[in-house]
């Protein structure tokens, strides 16, 4: 048996070929492109799709199992905001709409006036109404497009789509639903209300199964252009953050698990859900279906590294990263707030903008690039902070994405968070965890990869403290109250 773990991340679009012990067989990765224009941020999904047949097509050639009989199983994770409106013969009717997409601004405050706050985080488990949420782009659709919503017979999350074109089904899961705005964290169902003034119907929203259900074998018209194997099917797979987690053992109460990637998130599987938290972070129903997630993003992680190196013309790896900073003296560097993007948890400060704090014609590259690396750090410890109000034992956490590869990155996170990182030796969690999923679904593995056989080996971070630390990050907060004023 082969499995296929395609993960549709932000910045790049994976695949992963395993074998049934977990031998990773290949992997192959192509950047997606965008089309922007202002706040509007579109793609074009069937360009995508193509690109996850060549992408499979490379994964076998590599593995020198390009034509087989054995079975295939094709498992999906990755981002879940984005939206694709197709219709009723499933073809696409207009760019696909990323969630980077800032158009529906004034719709998130539409929604916020709409809707009583304290009672839309009760149905849905999102502190906010964010310009993210397909639910305000469908809003904005409805006003300032309202014949393309009106020609739309389904609306689909990208995974939604890509389950669609390898099988001719609309269907979607769990795992991913709680981040459309739409949806009812305690019922597990769609929140009518929502649908209806966003313009939407149930009849355009796609059933929901249970993450890592099996749905049914690739259509032959697309079989026809994937590698030789008996047979193709496909898995609906899970939300790429609990992905990493199934893939790291870190999907269990008592461990939390970061993304290190294009946004910043801290993620732990709650034993007791009793929904009464404070509207701060999000919570989402998790890998099981029935398991609810503690999850905590930041829009502004690697983003704002990402950001640094494209305005200095830089280019610059992991390792370059570290041999720059290895021996860097931090005391004299700026304070960096890393909200280029605007709102954060956990003080969701709408006023709040990006800055650097005391910085003077004294400093170069090398100090600009620490102090990002440095803020993104800070915004860390700050969700730690209050993500041990809903799970106090949080002192460790596993570390994933592309941060994680730079170890003068990750330290500087365990100093300043005073907790345990580990990182994993395999890249690709996402993809290892939907890979473990496709495994379980046939009875060969324990589906969220917490047994013995499942573990790989880690990289160990222990914080190292220091009072200079501690001033930095006094400075960073008061920084923040003084330009911004206190959380909102």
């Not at 012990?21 to 995508?48: C, H, K, T």
């Amino acid at each position: 048996m082969r499995v296929y773990a395609v993960d549709l991340g932000t910045t790049n679009l994976k695949v992963a070929l395993y074998d049934e012990g977990m031998r990773q067989l290949a992997l192959r990765s192509a950047r997606m492109n965008y089309q922007r224009n202002g706040n509007i941020v579109e793609f074009d999904p069937e360009s995508w799709f193509d690109q996850i047949i060549a992408l499979i097509h490379s994964c076998a050639a590599a593995s020198g199992i390009e034509t087989s009989q054995d079975e295939a199983i094709i498992v999906l994770t990755g981002q879940a905001e984005s939206i694709v409106l197709v219709d009723r013969d499933y073809h696409v009717i207009c760019p696909g709409i990323s969630w980077l997409d800032n158009r529906s601004a004034a719709e998130c405050e539409e929604i916020s006036s709409r809707f009583d706050p304290a009672e839309s985080f009760r149905i849905t488990g999102q502190p906010q109404v964010t310009s993210t949420w397909p639910a305000t782009k469908l809003r904005w659709l409805s006003r300032h497009e309202p014949q393309l919503l009106g020609r739309s017979a389904y609306v689909l999350m990208l995974k939604d789509y890509v389950q669609m074109k390898f099988t001719g089904e609309i269907l979607g899961e769990l795992s991913t639903r709680a981040f459309s705005y739409l949806f009812d964290i305690n019922t597990a169902d769609y929140w009518d209300s929502m649908m209806s003034f966003c313009g939407v119907g149930r009849g355009q929203m796609p059933a929901l199964l249970m993450p890592g259900t099996d749905i049914g074998p690739v259509r032959p018209v697309i079989k026809s252009l994937l590698p030789q194997a008996m047979r193709y099917s496909v898995n609906v797979g899970v939300l790429d953050h609990f992905a990493s987690m199934i893939g790291t053992g870190s999907y269990r109460p008592g461990i939390a698990s970061e993304s290190a990637g294009t946004v910043l998130s801290l993620a732990a599987v709650l034993e007791n859900y009793r929904g009464n938290y404070e509207p701060v972070a999000s919570y989402h129903r998790g890998a099981r279906g029935s398991d609810f997630v503690l999850f905590d993003i930041c829009d502004s992680g690697g983003l704002c590294l990402d950001w640094y190196m494209k305005i200095s013309s830089s280019q610059i790896a992991a390792h370059d990263l570290d041999n720059r900073l290895a021996r860097y003296d931090f005391r004299s560097a700026p304070i960096f707030l890393p909200y280029l993007t605007g709102v954060n948890p956990p003080d969701n400060n709408k006023a709040a903008r990006g800055a650097f704090i005391d910085l003077t014609l004294s400093h170069d590259q090398i100090d600009i690039m620490y102090s990002v690396i440095e803020g993104v750090a800070h915004l860390l410890r700050r969700n730690v902070e209050y993500c041990r109000t809903v799970v106090p034992s949080l002192d460790s956490f596993v570390s994933t994405g592309g941060g994680a590869m730079s170890a003068v990155w990750t330290q500087l996170k365990a100093d300043i968070s005073n907790c345990q990182i580990f990182v994993p030796s395999e890249k690709e969690a996402a993809c290892r965890g939907a890979a473990i999923m496709g495994l379980a679904s046939r009875g060969l593995t324990d589906s969220c990869g917490n047994s013995d056989d499942m573990r790989m080996p880690m990289r160990e971070y222990s914080p190292a403290p220091s009072d200079e630390r501690e001033a930095r990050y006094c400075r960073f907060l008061e920084s923040i109250e003084k330009l911004y004023g206190p959380a909102q």
